[in-house]
C-alpha cells in the first residue's frame, strides 16, 4: 500500500512514502458521503459536441467556488515558486534574502520519485498524468494531491514517460500537457510502471468495440508511433512522440476543430459556466473531468483537450455515437468500495471502484472543503 509524505499547512511536518513511515493514513470504509459539498445535483450536460469518433459533453454548472488560492503545476513552474528536482540533487532556496541549500536524505535519483518544493505563498495542485520534463528522465505525475505552501521538501511519487533515458538533463519544467487517457489510467488508476511505459508505445490501451464495425482504422497506428519513435523520439520521450512531425500535425488540428466547436456551442451560456466535460470514443463514454470553478477547468482545458485529442486518433473511427444519458451516468457518485488517503488541514484523496468505473476525488480542506477535480473513468482492464 502506498503511503505519501506529507506537511501541515505552515509546519512541514514529514512523512517519507518510500520508508513507509505512518504519518499518512488510508482508510477502507462502506459506501457513504464523505464531508464537504457535493456539487452533482447543481450539474447540467451541454448537447453533445462530435468530432470523427471523440464527443465531448459540456458540463455546466450555475454555482462555483473561489478556487484564485490555488496555484497550478504549470503556473508554479514557470514561475520558479515550484522546484522539481531528481532525488539527491542538491537544491538552492533563496530564504529571506539569502540562498540556503536544502539538505535531502533521500538516497539517490530513483525512476518513480522526485523532489518537489513549494515555495509559493499558495497551495499547490498536481493531478495525475499531468507531464514534468527534463532531469534524467521525462517523468508524470503519479496521483492527485495538494502540496501546502511552506512545506519541507517533498518526496514526489512519479512515473517515467521516456523509457530510453537515464542521464542528466535540463533542469525539470512546465510541459504544458497532460498524457492521454491511456497513459494517465496507468499511473492514476492501475499504478504501474511498466504498463505506463506500454501506453505510451502503444497509443491506445482500450479494447475494440465488440458492437460496431469501425468506420476507419485509427489515424494515430501503432506503425506510425513507431516510425516517431524510431526517427524523432529515440528515447521514447512521451513529448517527442506525440509532439513530432509524423503525429504532432494530426493532434494539432484535430485539437484545432473541436476547440472551434466547443467555443461554438458554449459562448452564449448565461447564468452558468462550464466547469468539465464528459468525454465517449464512439459509444462508449469513457471519460470525464470536472472541476470546482469555471477559471480551474479554464486553466487545464487546453492540455486536457489535446490528451483526448490523442486518445481518440489512438482508436478506430466508430459508427456509434453516445448519447446524453449515458454520459449523465458519469455525473452520479459511484456505489462501491472506497479507499482515502488524507492530509490533516491540507487535502483528502478519494477513490471509489464500481463495476468497470472508478471515481477519484480531490478535496481541499482549508480554508473550507471543497472538491478541486472529480475524475471518472471507465477502466479498459
Known amino acids: 500500500m502506498d503511503r505519501s509524505l506529507f506537511s501541515l499547512f505552515g509546519h512541514g511536518l514529514l512523512g517519507f512514502t518510500a520508508l513507509g513511515v505512518a504519518a499518512m493514513g488510508f482508510v477502507w470504509s462502506s459506501p457513504g458521503t464523505p464531508a ?56 538552492i532556496v533563496r530564504d529571506r534574502d539569502r540562498n540556503r541549500p536544502v539538505p535531502q536524505s533521500y538516497g539517490g535519483p530513483s525512476v518513480n520519485q522526485l523532489v518537489l518544493i513549494n515555495r509559493s505563498k499558495r497551495p499547490l495542485i498536481l493531478l495525475a498524468g499531468e507531464l514534468v520534463s527534463g532531469g534524467k528522465q521525462d517523468r508524470v505525475i503519479a496521483k492527485d494531491r495538494i502540496v501546502a505552501p511552506g512545506a519541507e521538501p517533498l518526496p514526489l511519487n512519479v ?81 517527442k512522440i506525440y509532439n513530432s512531425r509524423l503525429l504532432g500535425g494530426s493532434v494539432d488540428s484535430f485539437v484545432e476543430e473541436v476547440q472551434r466547436r466547443f467555443r461554438r456551442e458554449t459562448s452564449g451560456l448565461k447564468g452558468e459556466r462550464v466547469v468539465g466535460v464528459v468525454i465517449a470514443y464512439g459509444g462508449e463514454v469513457a471519460w470525464s473531468d470536472i472541476f470546482a470553478s469555471s477559471e480551474l477547468f479554464d486553466q487545464y482545458w487546453n492540455k486536457l483537450l489535446r490528451s483526448y485529442a490523442v486518445e481518440a486518433l489512438a482508436r478506430p473511427t466508430l459508427r456509434e455515437k453516445a448519447s446524453l444519458d449515458e454520459a449523465r451516468e458519469f455525473l ?10 488524507s492530509e490533516p488541514g491540507v487535502y483528502r484523496w478519494l477513490e471509489i471502484s464500481e463495476g468497470s468505473l472508478s471515481q477519484i476525488e480531490l478535496d481541499a480542506l482549508q480554508p473550507k472543503t471543497i472538491t478541486l477535480h472529480r475524475l471518472v473513468l471507465r477502466r479498459t482492464s
Open 36 to 91: 464537504g459539498a457535493k456539487p452533482q445535483d447543481d450539474w447540467r450536460l451541454l448537447e453533445p459536441i462530435t468530432y470523427e469518433n471523440l464527443t465531448v459533453f459540456p458540463v455546466v454548472s450555475a454555482s462555483g467556488h473561489d478556487t484564485r488560492a490555488f496555484l497550478t503545476l504549470e503556473e508554479g513552474l514557470s514561475s520558479g515558486e515550484i522546484i522539481v528536482r531528481e532525488q539527491g540533487a542538491e537544491t
Open 332 to 341: 452520479r457518485r459511484l456505489n462501491g468500495r472506497e479507499t482515502t488517503e
Open 159 to 239: 512515473f517515467c514517460v521516456e523509457h530510453g533515458r537515464w542521464s542528466n538533463g535540463a533542469q525539470f519544467s512546465a510541459a504544458n500537457t497532460i498524457v492521454h487517457p491511456s497513459v494517465r489510467e496507468q499511473a492514476a488508476v492501475k499504478r504501474n510502471q511498466s504498463d505506463v511505459w506500454a501506453s505510451v508505445a502503444g497509443g491506445s490501451v482500450a479494447a475494440e468495440s465488440r458492437t460496431a464495425a469501425p468506420a476507419a482504422a485509427p489515424r494515430m497506428s501503432a506503425d506510425a508511433i513507431n516510425e516517431a519513435v524510431r526517427t524523432e523520439a529515440p528515447t521514447q520521450s512521451y513529448n
